[in-house]
């Protein structure tokens, strides 16, 4: 079988979760089957991987037309015929960056069209804010490529109930559960004498005390993330914590300006505020994370949370927003604590009472680093649970069985 995987991020270009499933995806299944990777920023080296860069009649374009021109360069080469004579027989898209491509190339090249939805338009309004007339279009690519799909993939089972609410057009056989997986051997805690004099370098490097207590964060500067709320709430934190932000690649200047505000109140009331603002190497966010007591996962809208099965692999328990996805992953009372959330239902996931979640939030986080030793055995079995649930063999052959039945 020969699949064509169509991705707006892959190696070296990533940025968010997306990115992070689709190339450990693509991994897997190559010793399985033949797997070609369209994606965007330009051409790559990797054999089986065609890099495309915006057509040059449209770079002042709207970054959405821009997105749909690569779309469509992508669909054409579905169709080509490789060098050992095989033909596509099903054509895979994560995101809506790539999901016109998609849809595309299966009318074009009459294939089957499976999707995986890693988050959905009409649950993130505020990217208004960041696309203009661009948000009308990429809802529109997404609600039609939807509707037309051999198969949905949703990352969770939270993320398929929001699928159908949101699409309710789709035929509910056609959505099929297929959590993200975890290179477990990719993310480890470093454990021989080298690699944690290693570890210990780069998180002093960093400006993190390794021998405080720290809560960390990992994320981009979105409003799905919840890090607002979650700079609120660490104001209520024990001044010996440290605040931990791993944070970048804002959505647009507002958020930034919010969150920079909230930063430097913060850094004016205590010590231990450590904001690392670029994208850290895999070997550097794990040194991170092992210096860290708990991970923070505040996000109002998480499909799943690859970031929180980081963590989990990495030995971290995690307090998480009980929304979407991540009940899914994080098991309240054995691998982490759920905060309570009661959200507005008009696609932006904001707290009905913000003040109550933050509270809420700040109690949770508090009780987290309060028992050092409960927290390291959580963090014992959140890597016990990302072993037993989340490998990439056991998610490879469940997305196996979708292209079976899609091509059948």
């Not at 609410?165 to 021989?192: C, E, F, M, Q």
């Not at 927003?321 to 959330?341: F, K, N, R, S, Y």
Request: glycine share 10%; proline share 7%; with cysteine.
């Amino acid at each position: 079988m020969r699949v064509d995987l169509l991705t707006r991020e892959y190696p070296p270009h990533v940025y968010g979760g997306a990115g992070v499933h689709v190339a450990g995806l693509t991994a897997v299944l190559r010793r399985t089957i033949d797997v070609r990777v369209h994606c965007f920023d330009g051409p790559r080296d990797e054999p089986s991987v065609l890099g495309y860069g915006v057509p040059t009649e449209l770079r002042g374009a709207n970054a959405a037309l821009q997105t749909l021109g690569v779309d469509l360069e992508m669909a054409d080469a579905v169709g080509r015929v490789g060098d050992d004579g095989v033909a596509s027989d099903l054509v895979h898209s994560h995101t809506w960056y790539a999901n016109f491509g998609g849809h595309v190339a299966a009318m074009l090249h009459d294939l089957p069209h499976v999707i995986t939805a890693h988050s959905l338009e009409p649950l993130r309004p505020w990217k208004a804010e960041q696309l203009g007339g661009g948000y009308a279009l990429s809802s529109w690519v997404e609600r039609t490529a939807y509707d037309a799909a051999a198969a949905v993939i949703a990352v969770s089972g939270g993320m398929r109930q929001d699928i159908l609410r949101a699409y309710p057009s789709v035929d509910p056989g056609r959505v099929k559960v297929v959590h993200n997986g975890i290179d477990l051997d990719g993310w480890r805690r470093p454990t021989s004498e080298e690699d944690l004099a290693a570890a210990d370098a780069t998180v002093r490097g960093l400006g993190i005390d390794p021998s405080r207590p720290a809560v960390v964060f990992v994320g981009r500067i979105t409003r799905q993330k919840g890090l607002p709320y979650f700079l609120r709430a660490a104001e209520q934190l024990p001044p010996e914590v440290q605040l931990v932000l791993c944070a970048g690649a804002p959505d647009t200047p507002a958020i930034l300006a919010e969150v920079t505000g909230l930063v430097d109140e913060l850094r004016a009331k205590r010590s231990g505020v450590v904001w690392i603002e670029q994208m850290l190497p895999r070997t550097e966010l794990i040194a991170v994370l092992s210096a860290g007591t708990v991970f923070a996962c505040p996000s109002i809208y998480e499909p799943l949370g690859i970031v929180n099965l980081e963590a989990m692999a990495v030995g971290l328990p995690v307090v998480g927003t009980a929304t979407g996805g991540i009940p899914e992953v994080v098991d309240d009372g054995v691998t982490g604590w759920l905060v309570p959330i009661d959200q507005v239902q008009d696609g932006t996931g904001t707290p009905i009472d913000p003040e109550k979640f933050v509270a809420d939030l700040a109690a949770t986080l508090n009780e987290a680093v309060s028992d050092p030793a409960r927290a390291h055995a959580w963090g014992l079995a959140a890597r016990t649970r990302v072993e037993d649930h989340f490998s990439w063999d056991a998610i490879a052959t469940r997305t196996l069985d979708v292209y079976r039945a899609a091509t059948a």
